[in-house]
């Protein structure tokens, strides 16, 4: 039994999607324990617990001492603390500073220790000494392309070419890309052009729209996409910013609604994906569950994306956290598409149980070379620590049953694990190392 634990727990492994804070920026800021682990997930659960907002806020206030900082927390860390985002932060604060569960003493004694590694190198001990992480897939969100290579592969987004809905958007995005951009056809000269500055700095491009509308993207021709372009040039509202005497930030803003603007972003998702087809590029998508609190889980869906699926059928995609609840639906779509892959990022963090549940339902259903077994999707390296210790464990705890029932070899229970781990990112993404 402990063979394939061990063989699992030694095993070098490529990580599908971060967001992590870049090194020099880590090491430059404070190393608040607070600000750090609270930058997401524990905090969304904190806030669904009962915390406010503006007791969320004051917490990460570093003028406030940090003593009075926990005492804001602690009675929703207590109710909360119950979910896996927890479990990942305690499995971090216990291995990598030997603080074993946060309290008034504690949370101190953790300060220092997390200020006393907070330099260069940190990176180099957590995510290659402690996590063996080979490489991560690196989603900065807004497109950043320049990042540490010892330990990132980008993706970039592009959603600033797809969400526009103003004027100054799309001035923005002149400035930005340096093309004048005054017509559809200008955008997409501009998209061509950003694409290819790029080209050989990023592994793939990312869709994360799911935060913003469903995920249905309908074929859209030219001529609905320019009318709303058109719309966006033509009107006659305008943006202006400025500061009232009392302080009192204003406002104007020319935009258009999101619904209002789904056309032209339906065509330029198609644009992307066509792109991604000329230059051999595979795409992330998020579908299921979203960070944060108050959003809509029903827009994320994967059943909405089978027509890009369809007619995309030379890229990859790589759709997300097991579109986590749909992650049925997705097992569905991977099993009848070739150009479908289930990534099971961010879901051992979301649910230790689900993200395992979902793995052994996969095995069965999934071929082992178009499951993806783990993205960390954390801002900070403890998360990544944590997180990729639980999913170690989920991994090796899912196929141990299977080798227990006489379903797989011992040798080919290490084989999977080594796929889901390692091999498939390295094929899909072409990873060059
Ligand atoms: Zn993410």
Redesign the pocket.
């Known amino acids: 039994m402990a063979e394939l634990y061990d063989f699992i727990e030694n095993l070098w492994i490529i990580d599908s999607?971060e967001?992590t804070v870049q090194e020099v920026e880590r090491v430059s800021s404070e190393a608040d324990p607070l600000q750090i682990l609270l930058s997401q997930y524990a905090s969304s659960d904190l806030i669904s617990s009962g915390l406010s907002l503006e007791d969320y806020v004051r917490a990460l206030n570093l003028n406030v001492s940090l003593k009075e900082r926990w005492r804001i927390i602690e009675p929703f860390w207590d109710k909360a603390k119950n979910t896996t985002y927890f479990e990942v932060i305690n499995i971090a604060l216990k291995d990598l500073y030997g603080v074993n569960e946060l309290d008034e003493n504690t949370i101190e004694v953790l300060s220092e220790k997390m200020k006393a590694v907070n330099r260069i190198g940190l990176y180099r001990w957590v995510l290659k000494e402690k996590a063996k992480i080979r490489i991560s897939i690196f989603?900065g969100i807004t497109d950043i392309v320049d990042v540490d290579r010892e330990f990132f592969a980008p993706v970039v987004r592009l959603e600033d070419f797809i969400l526009l809905r103003s004027r100054e958007d799309v001035r923005r995005l002149s400035e930005a890309t340096k093309i004048p951009i005054h017509s559809l056809k200008s955008l997409e000269s501009a998209l061509e052009s950003e694409v290819q500055s790029i080209l050989n700095k990023i592994v793939g491009f990312k869709i994360a729209l799911a935060y913003r509308r469903d995920v249905h993207f309908e074929k859209t021709t030219f001529n609905e996409a320019e009318k709303v372009f058109n719309k966006i040039m033509g009107s006659e509202r305008t943006f202006i910013r400025y500061t009232s005497p009392d302080g009192i930030r204003l406002t104007m803003s020319d935009e258009i609604s999101v619904e209002e603007a789904r056309p032209l972003q339906n065509y330029m998702v198609h644009r992307i994906l066509e792109t991604a087809s000329r230059y051999r590029l595979p795409v992330q998508v998020h579908t299921g569950l979203q960070e944060g609190n108050l959003n809509l889980v029903s827009n994320s869906n994967p059943l909405y994306l089978a027509n890009l699926f369809m007619e995309y059928y030379n890229v990859k995609f790589d759709v997300f956290h097991g579109a986590y609840p749909y992650v049925r639906e997705l097992a569905v779509l991977a099993k009848n598409f070739p150009n479908v892959y289930v990534d099971l990022c961010?879901l051992h963090a979301v649910s230790s149980s689900s993200a395992k549940y979902a793995l052994n339902e996969l095995l069965d259903m999934v071929p082992a070379n178009k499951i993806i077994g783990f993205g960390g999707?954390y801002k900070h390296v403890e998360g990544v620590y944590g997180h990729s210790r639980l999913a170690r464990k989920n991994v090796a705890e899912v196929l141990q049953d299977k080798v227990d029932r006489g379903r797989y070899s011992l040798e080919e229970a290490k084989n999977i694990a080594k796929m889901l781990l390692y091999d498939n990112l390295l094929e899909v993404f072409k990873l060059g190392i």
């Open positions: 999607h967001h989603d961010w999707d």
